[in-house]
């Protein structure tokens, strides 16, 4: 059977509506950012992958396109190969020889893989969960992501969810997302307030929601010695308390005295600090991410890692479209160990803007049903991918720093919360 090899790559940043949402970083802006991955084949097979629309990486990735023509659109290693010998001398390039680091490289690598299996899936007619070793699940469940937002804050006042300033209006927020979306597990976004009146939040939740799985994640915001004092007071009310503090050494002294796992999506990111965490006994749930852990293959290598360790795994999520939700799904469907309900950032997204045509994915009691079309099972709408990257070319955002488009558009306000 003759090879049919990749003829082309084409990728297209697009920038969708994102609300304030803060973080321990500041506020979203009023767009995220994201790059629409799409490899053809010579035969004209299209497979899709979507990545992150910064102007850094998309220079890292549009350079890793030029040497993927001409390649088995099967054989991702090579594929991986010519990623990680890319020289690192574009725009943001750190002055290494090749993109050695290997967390840049499965960073660029990700969409590509997801796209070439994509490819695969729609080559041979089976879904891309087949081609990870067949589906576990025929439904994946993800949780309701939780966050803080000031009417006060730009941009605000335009978002259906409303402001969540205290416990009570995070309460609100989660009825509203769980009445629409049927969630089970709930995260809330910490590390923004005082940590006293998240820990309320949390006893709030617990309140309302009493057999829910909940979960706080202050990305690190917090010292050792509050996060421990936080750990010690939500005693039996959380599933697992996910980066409190920062860095695998901070991590290990908070496991040491807290009774409940920890999970991270920010101190463990890429293979080679899986050793180090497991031997601090720094954490007992990764949370996956198939667009930093180098695509779907690469994160089942890391479903098995933990499983060799005895970790928990679970999945992380940034603001993403159509595409990579389809990718979640056929992963968490194919991985048995992924027990955990997945992240996603899908509810603060307009539910009609996005890249994919409509109704392959629904939510239906918190969870997606795994789509049992060839690849992925979604397909580009043109039109729509048209209208985002116009969009992006005039949303005047161009990096994934949360705060610098504020601070730009407006002079004096300082969205940067502190330290606890
Ligand atoms: O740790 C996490 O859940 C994230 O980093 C996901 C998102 O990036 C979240 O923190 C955000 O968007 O503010």
New binding site residues.
């Given amino acids: 059977m003759p090879v049919d090899r990749i003829r082309e790559v084409r990728i297209t940043p697009v920038a969708f509506h994102d609300p304030p949402?803060l973080?321990a970083v500041g506020v979203?802006q009023p767009f995220a950012l994201r790059a629409v991955v799409e490899v053809v084949t010579e035969d004209g097979v299209t497979g899709l992958g979507e990545s992150y629309g910064d102007a850094v990486h998309l220079d890292r990735l549009r350079r890793a396109a030029e040497e993927l023509r001409g390649v088995d659109p099967w054989h991702v290693q090579e594929i991986a190969r010519r990623v990680r010998l890319l020289p690192e001398t574009g725009t943001g390039g750190d002055g290494t020889s090749g993109m050695v680091r290997s967390a840049t490289a499965d960073r660029v690598l990700s969409p590509f893989e997801v796209a070439c299996l994509d490819i695969q899936g729609r080559t041979v007619g089976r879904p891309v969960t087949d081609l990870l070793g067949g589906a576990v699940r025929d439904r994946v469940e993800f949780s309701a992501y939780l966050f803080y937002k000031w009417a006060g804050h730009p941009g605000a006042e335009e978002d259906r969810w409303g402001a969540a300033r205290d416990s009570d209006e995070i309460v609100a927020q989660a009825r509203r997302i769980v009445d629409e979306f049927g969630f089970n597990a709930l995260k809330l976004?910490g590390g923004v307030v005082p940590p006293q009146e998240e820990v309320a939040a949390i006893r709030a939740l617990r309140a309302a929601f009493p057999d829910s799985p909940l979960r706080i994640?202050p990305?690190a915001a917090w010292s050792v010695e509050t996060s421990v004092k936080v750990g010690t007071e939500l005693a039996g009310v959380l599933e697992y308390l996910?980066?409190p503090t920062a860095g695998i050494a901070g991590m290990a002294r908070v496991a040491r005295a807290v009774p409940m796992p920890l999970a991270t999506?920010?101190c463990v990111v890429a293979f080679d600090h899986v050793r180090p965490a497991v031997e601090a006994d720094a954490v007992r749930v990764i949370l996956s991410d198939h667009h930093f852990w180098g695509g779907l293959g690469r994160s089942r290598a890391l479903a098995s890692t933990c499983e060799t360790f005895g970790l928990g795994l679970s999945m992380?999520?940034?603001?993403h479209l159509g595409i990579s939700l389809a990718a979640m799904t056929h992963l968490a469907a194919a991985t048995p160990n992924l027990t955990y309900a997945c992240?996603t950032?899908w509810p603060w997204k307009e539910q009609d803007e996005d890249v994919i045509v409509p109704g392959a994915l629904r939510f239906e009691a918190g969870a997606v049903a795994v789509p049992t079309a060839p690849g992925l099972g979604v397909e580009l709408d043109r039109d729509a991918l048209a209208r985002l990257h116009e969009q992006y070319l005039t949303c005047g955002i161009t990096s994934r720093d949360d705060t610098a488009y504020y601070r730009g558009h407006h002079p004096g306000f300082d969205p940067t919360p502190p330290r606890w």
Avoid: A, F, P, Q
């Fill in positions: 949402l973080n979203h976004k994640d990305n996910e980066d999506n920010m992380h999520s940034n603001s992240d950032h």
